[in-house]
């Protein structure tokens, strides 16, 4: 299967001056490019969709029932295997907002399924096994967080997933155990695709609902909306008749305008991304004064804020499980390191401050942790969900 490429561009063409002329938005095909990757991982998806059918929504699968559908789901696990050895990347393809990606049900379904397999894995003893699934598992959710806003979430749910479920199996781990985790995630981290690529790839679905508001408007069919958004697309229906029915030759720059906000709001997130996350400057909360769009730049065109919390925190999670094994392992022949290590690189580093996780040791017990969203050091105090106020791994010895 081809990935595409895509870029959003307006095109106005030749019009009599009389006419009402509106810009395309929608991002249009310049080429097509393969990526075995992105092949593999859509081949998984359908497959597990298909044989997995009646338990992709059942809350709870066990027992016998889970034993068959990893038996079934086998196939599928070793072709995401498959795509994580391959060449090329996640392929991106811009959706509507009310439209998903056909690999959604098949890919929740594969993160379940890989968490099950490594808490098999580690009831069986068999840490070796555990460990090759969880690092597989880790760089598909990498992957998926080089797509848009929802694929990046799906790709943090995963990686949240896997971690869990070898966490229980650390404190019995040998030395060179230790060091495959850490070595096999410093090599991840160092493919991740960078957050302004999420964000670029987010505002393309921003632009795409806003090609899906103008058509709405221009045929004054609004059922779409209507059906999909049931009483939250009052006022915003109410808002596009109203254009329609006051100031019509406004009605193209109205939609620019909305195209341009997208824009802007991308551009200020990927400088917001670019600081440590408590340092950030809350994203400014436009009014409807001179902004007659305001109804729809609301809706459709905040999908990308609320993205930057699942990838901070799963890249100070992994990087702190990346230090807890470096650690550990030395801590084995009875004296945990006094100090971080150079050879860490940049996975010292806490992405909630920019300055490296808050460190202490004596003899051979160590504390690492993150100042999480707040910033603020709290003697690595954290709550049930090891979330707040300080961040931790969540693992209980």
């Not at 392929?91 to 056909?102: E, K, L, N, Q």
């Not at 580093?349 to 942790?369: C, H, I, K, L, N």
Request: with cysteine.
């Amino acid at each position: 299967m081809a990935g595409t490429l895509f870029l959003a561009i307006g095109q106005t063409g030749c019009k009599s001056k009389s006419e009402v002329v509106f810009d395309d938005f929608a991002p249009i095909l310049l080429a097509a490019q393969k990526s075995t990757k992105a092949e593999f991982y859509t081949e998984a998806a359908l497959e597990a969709a298909s044989v997995g059918a009646d338990d992709i929504f059942r809350p709870n699968v066990v027992g016998t029932r889970r034993a068959a559908l990893l038996k079934n789901l086998a196939p599928a696990m070793r072709k995401i295997a498959q795509g994580t050895q391959s060449e090329g990347s996640f392929v991106f393809t811009p959706t509507g907002p009310f439209d998903s990606r056909r690999e959604y049900p098949g890919w929740s379904l594969l993160s379940r399924s890989f968490a099950w397999k490594i808490e098999d894995a580690v009831r069986a003893k068999d840490f070796g096994a555990a460990i090759q699934i969880f690092l597989t598992a880790t760089q598909f959710g990498f992957d998926l967080c080089g797509g848009g806003a929802i694929d990046a979430s799906m790709g943090a749910t995963v990686i949240n997933r896997v971690r869990k479920a070898l966490l229980p199996c650390l404190p019995e781990l040998n030395p060179g155990q230790l060091g495959s985790i850490r070595s096999g995630l410093a090599a991840i981290l160092s493919r991740r695709p960078d957050t302004a690529r999420m964000l670029k790839n987010e505002e393309q679905n921003m632009l795409m609902a806003v090609q899906m508001v103008q058509d709405a408007y221009r045929k004054q069919s609004f059922a779409q909306l209507e059906t999909s958004m049931q009483s939250g697309s009052k006022g915003l229906i109410e808002a596009l008749k109203t254009l329609k029915n006051e100031k019509p030759e406004t009605a193209p720059d109205y939609f620019r305008a909305l195209a341009r906000e997208a824009r802007t709001e991308t551009n200020e997130l990927i400088a917001r991304a670019k600081e440590p996350a408590s340092r950030r400057t809350p994203m400014p909360e436009l009014k409807a004064a001179g902004r007659p769009w305001w109804v729809v730049a609301r809706t459709f065109l905040r999908t990308g804020r609320s993205a930057l919390g699942p990838q901070d925190e799963v890249l100070a999670r992994t990087r702190l499980l990346i230090v807890w094994c470096w650690a550990r392992a030395q801590a084995s022949s009875g004296s945990a390191p006094t100090a971080l290590a150079k050879e860490l690189g940049d996975n010292t580093m806490d992405p909630y401050t920019g300055s490296a996780f808050p460190y202490r040791a004596s003899g051979s017990e160590f504390e690492v942790y993150s100042l999480g969203a707040d910033g603020r050091d709290n003697g690595g105090e954290s709550n049930e969900s090891h979330s707040e106020p300080d961040l931790t791994l969540e693992i209980e010895e």
